[in-house]
């Protein structure tokens, strides 16, 4: 389960509608405690996929190590990834779980329709390694 702030799941959601026609993309940064993640900060990448950014996303691995090391001062992990789907639905592709390496984390997917956040979805990224990874839908709480 994801557990999220209202703010915090208003501002990922309110990226996609910034980005519109291009796919926006974040990291989720806070605390793991067993099958519950709670966020506590959301930060906003740039999406470096200049070939395809409206179906496609990439986040820069120094800004990354970046976000990963804010975090670590504030006591906070790296939980999970954002991203949107402009006119697409808010389920993963093919192409989500083949660029998905955060394995225990949660990729959340915001579908935006015609440049309003419609649905917004969370997958955990479960398995043992690359070769058996697979999403499984999971729950998220606004709190
Ligand atoms: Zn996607």
Not at 27 to 51: F, K
Not at 65 to 73: D, K, L, P, S
Not at 84 to 103: G, K, Q, V, Y
């Amino acid at each position: 389960m994801l557990k999220i702030g209202r703010k915090n799941y208003e501002a990922l959601r309110e990226h996609g509608e910034e980005t519109y026609l291009h796919e926006c993309c974040g990291v989720l940064l806070g605390q793991m405690d067993g099958e519950v993640r709670s966020v506590s900060w959301v930060a906003r990448c740039g999406n470096t996929r200049i070939d395809s950014p409206q179906n496609r996303y990439h986040i820069d691995p120094r800004e990354l190590i970046r976000i990963q090391r804010e975090g670590r001062e504030r006591g906070e992990d790296i939980i999970g990834f954002y991203h949107s789907h402009p006119d697409h639905p808010a389920r993963w592709s093919p192409t989500d779980l083949a660029e998905a390496h955060w394995i225990g984390c949660s990729y959340v997917i915001t579908s935006v329709e015609k440049g309003k956040a419609a649905t917004t979805n969370s997958f955990e990224l479960t398995g043992g390694d690359e070769n058996d990874k697979k999403f499984v839908d999971e729950k998220i709480e606004v709190v």
